[in-house]
């Protein structure tokens, strides 16, 4: 079945330096969406990025991510942290196939920037 | 716009209790779903539903059961609740694997 691998479970920033969590997957279907999703404190879970075309940069709100299906990786990168920023992040991916319509999430990575 | 609601937002319940969490969406979304989210794993996905009256199972579906009966409402009923159990419950809807909407969750503890 599908998978999604979020290597790191925290991470732990100093306000101002880059941001990079890393999203690897394993599917049998080539029509593979991924999604990074953020979720704060108190809120509920919304989604950030989302793509579906290889090696295409997508952006939204300072990050950015680009899939790449010859390493199926969808690494989540921002240039310079927030400390609004700190959040708990998944990774997640659908397939898509009719009939199919789980989306696999990761263990999600836990982003905590400090001043 | 629409919006997604789960009652009880807090739910103490007691070992052995049959529980029952609610989900109302006005998305008019086919697919709904309930994840729990536990501390360091993420979400795990219990049951989903693709239409009205319909179920399929998750990764962790054993101990729980779920019902469809209407498009815009999904349940899913602890059937035994476990001792010190704590973790969130989380109901989300989407069009057919694409972005998910996700309610506010729902709280639970057994004492």
């Known amino acids: 079945g599908d998978s999604v691998t979020q290597k790191e479970g925290l991470v732990t920033l100093t306000e101002g330096l880059p941001v990079m969590l890393n999203c690897t997957y394993q599917?049998?279907?080539?029509?593979?969406?991924l999604f990074w999703y953020v979720h704060y404190l108190n809120e509920s879970p919304r989604l950030l990025l989302k793509?579906?075309?290889?090696?295409k940069r997508t952006e939204h709100q300072g990050f950015h991510a680009t899939l790449h299906k010859s390493s199926s990786s969808f690494h989540l990168q921002k240039s310079s942290a927030q400390l609004s920023d700190s959040a708990l992040y998944y990774c997640a991916l659908s397939d898509k196939y009719y009939g199919n319509e789980k989306i696999t999430f990761g263990a999600g990575t836990k982003l905590t920037i400090k001043p | 716009g629409g919006i997604i609601t789960q009652t009880p937002k807090f739910l103490i319940g007691q070992e052995g209790q049959k529980l029952t969490l609610k989900c109302q969406q006005n998305f008019n979304h086919d697919t709904m779903y309930w994840y729990r989210q536990d501390s360091g794993k993420g979400l795990r996905l219990i049951y989903y539903?693709?239409?009205?009256?319909?179920?399929q199972k998750g990764d962790l579906s054993e101990g729980y059961d779920a019902s469809r009966e209407k498009k815009s409402s999904f349940s899913l009923t602890v059937t035994s609740a476990q001792k010190n159990e704590m973790a969130v419950f989380l109901c989300?809807?989407?069009?057919?694997?694409?972005?998910?909407?996700f309610g506010p969750g729902t709280r639970l503890t057994v004492l």
């Open positions: 599917t049998i279907y080539s029509n593979a969406f």
């Open positions: 989300a809807s989407s069009i057919r694997g694409e972005e998910q909407y």
């Open positions: 793509s579906s075309t290889d090696n």
């Open positions: 539903s693709i239409t009205e009256n319909d179920l």
